[in-house]
């Protein structure tokens, strides 16, 4: 079964740094858009930044010029390059990937389980 698993959240101040990755595994035809959500609690589950197959790539406003999404398709891995980090940006987040299998034959939605990211001043 395809699996997506984060790893690389945790502790850190305002104006630091973490590094997100996300690796896919099992059997599959194909993976196209992958991306990154984040989800306070009591809010609703936003958009962060996604990146086709292609390398295009999409943002959420505010993480502009600070965060950086990238992909390994080799290694079927997304990463998320956050910089400037700001105690806003606290959050559980998420993986995404739509992926063809054989069983499911057309894009589906797929999601890590999250890893925490806390932004203390």
């Known amino acids: 079964q395809v699996r997506l698993v984060e790893s690389g959240g945790g502790l850190v101040r305002t104006g630091g740094s973490l590094r997100l990755s996300c690796a896919a595994s099992g059997s599959f035809v194909s993976i196209n858009t992958m991306g990154w959500y984040r989800q306070a609690p009591g809010n609703q589950r936003d958009l962060v930044a996604t990146?086709?197959?292609?390398?295009?790539?999409n943002y959420l406003e505010s993480v502009k010029g600070r965060f950086t999404i990238s992909r390994d398709n080799a290694k079927n891995t997304v990463y998320l390059q956050m910089n400037s980090l700001q105690p806003e940006d606290t959050a559980t987040y998420y993986c995404?990937?739509?992926?063809?299998?054989?069983?499911?034959?057309?894009?589906?939605?797929?999601w890590g389980k999250g890893t925490l990211v806390t932004v203390s001043s």
């Open positions: 995404n990937a739509e992926i063809t299998t054989i069983m499911t034959p057309y894009d589906t939605d797929y």
């Open positions: 990146i086709t197959s292609g390398g295009h790539t």
